[in-house]
């Protein structure tokens, strides 16, 4: 079992930053790939960035590569989303999430964990 919790959310201006923590419990979080997904308003929860047990591989969607970078600290049970030169787009609730299996990356199907999400609002 594995409880996670995010923060860092908050309102930015377009073109600033804003560095989003997930915390996670157990013993066993450095065997679990961690990815963030997001949720604007009437659409439906999308891939962002995915990290593997190790942190030796990464993955992004097109609309955040470049921009975004995800990182972990395995030794502190902790995933990293460093968020860069944000669009109004990009405003939506963000969500941690952790698999335990080597299914796909991109998939919220594949995600046995989930946390409650924080709110990330970028104005024009």
């Known amino acids: 079992q594995v409880q996670l919790v995010e923060s860092g959310g908050g309102l930015v201006q377009a073109g600033g930053s804003l560095r989003l923590s997930c915390a996670a419990s157990?013993?066993?979080?450095?065997?679990?790939?961690m990815a963030w997904f997001r949720q604007a308003p009437g659409k439906e929860r999308e891939f962002a960035a995915a990290i593997s047990w190790s942190g030796g591989s990464t993955y992004y969607a097109g609309s955040v590569k470049g921009r975004f970078t995800i990182s972990r600290d395995n030794a502190k049970n902790t995933v990293y989303l460093q968020m860069n030169s944000l669009k109004p787009e990009d405003t939506a609730i963000y969500y941690c999430a952790a698999q335990s299996g080597s299914g796909s990356y991109d998939r919220v199907y594949e995600y046995n964990y989930w946390g409650q999400g924080t709110q990330v609002t970028v104005s024009s």
């Open positions: 157990g013993r066993t979080f450095s065997r679990y790939r």
